[in-house]
């Protein structure tokens, strides 16, 4: 695809996806103003969790668009990936019910040598995908594993979860694409994801199936 149609659906999806939480935080506040049970706590709670939902995805978005654009270099340093995992996801677990089934296994030793937030905010988002995609088995199986291929450290992030088409295997990675429905998220994760591998000057992508999990693999 060339360079200016890309731009050009980028920009389409996010007016999108800034126009819908904009029209959710006007509606659902029109709702308080009007609806009769506005002063009932129970329901004047559930609307306003609704209204700061939509505008933190809305502050989400805006910082993911200016990760994205971010040309400085990074600095490397050594980073311990199997600490930072199992920090990232007690985290999740810890905010969010719905994970709490799940088993997270992490490799021991895993180090990296790369800029130790990018590092962080790559992991969030790919085991935060893995906790998402996997929540609705019977047992969610979470592991974060690598090898040495080259002189490089590949990591990968697996689970047993919803899995990919083959088709979705690359474009998972642009911006404001979803491979699956019902599922929250702005869309914009694993195009973060790539763009800090990118700027290392390594790799990252995507296998698995339909039913069957998904293993998203890089390095740095």
Same mark, same amino acid.
């Given at each position: 695809?060339?360079?200016?149609?890309?731009?050009?659906?980028?920009?389409?999806?996010?007016?999108?996806?800034?126009?819908?939480?904009?029209?959710?935080? &006007?509606?659902?506040? #029109?709702?308080?103003?009007?609806? #009769?049970?506005?002063?009932?706590?129970?329901?004047?709670?559930?609307?306003? +969790?609704?209204?700061?939902?939509?505008? %933190?995805?809305? $502050?989400?978005?805006?910082?993911? &668009?200016?990760?994205?654009? #971010?040309?400085?270099?990074?600095?490397?340093?050594?980073? #311990?990936?199997?600490?930072? !995992?199992?920090?990232?996801?007690?985290?999740?677990?810890? =905010? @969010?019910?719905?994970?709490?089934?799940?088993?997270? $296994?992490? +490799?021991?030793? /895993?180090?990296?040598?790369?800029?130790?937030?990018?590092?962080?905010?790559?992991?969030?988002? $790919? &085991?935060?995908?893995?906790?998402?995609?996997?929540?609705?088995?019977?047992?969610?199986? @979470?592991?974060?594993?690598?090898?040495?291929?080259?002189?490089?450290?590949? &990591?990968?992030?697996?689970?047993?979860?919803?899995?990919? %088409?083959?088709?979705? !295997?690359? =474009?998972?990675?642009?911006?404001?694409?979803?491979?699956?429905?019902?599922?929250?998220?702005?869309?914009?994760?694993?195009?973060?994801?790539?763009? @800090? /591998?990118?700027?290392?000057?390594?790799?990252?992508?995507?296998?698995?199936? $339909?039913?069957?999990?998904?293993?998203?693999?890089?390095?740095?």
């Amino acid at each position: 695809m060339r360079p200016g149609r890309q731009c050009e659906l980028v920009t389409t999806a996010l007016v999108h996806e800034l126009q819908g939480r904009i029209a959710s935080i &006007v509606m659902f506040s #029109d709702e308080l103003a009007i609806n #009769d049970r506005r002063h009932e706590s129970a329901y004047l709670e559930k609307r306003l +969790q609704q209204i700061r939902r939509a505008a %933190a995805e809305l $502050l989400q978005i805006l910082d993911a &668009v200016r990760r994205l654009d #971010d040309v400085a270099p990074p600095v490397r340093a050594a980073v #311990d990936v199997s600490t930072l !995992a199992k920090t990232i996801a007690q985290s999740y677990v810890e =905010r @969010i019910p719905r994970f709490r089934l799940a088993t997270v $296994l992490v +490799q021991s030793n /895993v180090h990296v040598v790369a800029a130790p937030e990018e590092v962080a905010l790559l992991l969030e988002n $790919l &085991v935060g995908n893995a906790l998402k995609f996997s929540a609705s088995r019977t047992t969610p199986v @979470i592991r974060v594993s690598a090898e040495a291929k080259a002189n490089r450290t590949v &990591v990968h992030v697996s689970d047993n979860g919803v899995g990919i %088409a083959p088709e979705d !295997a690359e =474009r998972m990675f642009e911006p404001f694409t979803r491979c699956h429905s019902g599922f929250d998220g702005s869309g914009l994760g694993l195009a973060i994801a790539k763009r @800090i /591998v990118d700027r290392h000057g390594g790799e990252i992508w995507a296998t698995g199936a $339909l039913g069957l999990g998904t293993t998203v693999s890089f390095h740095v």
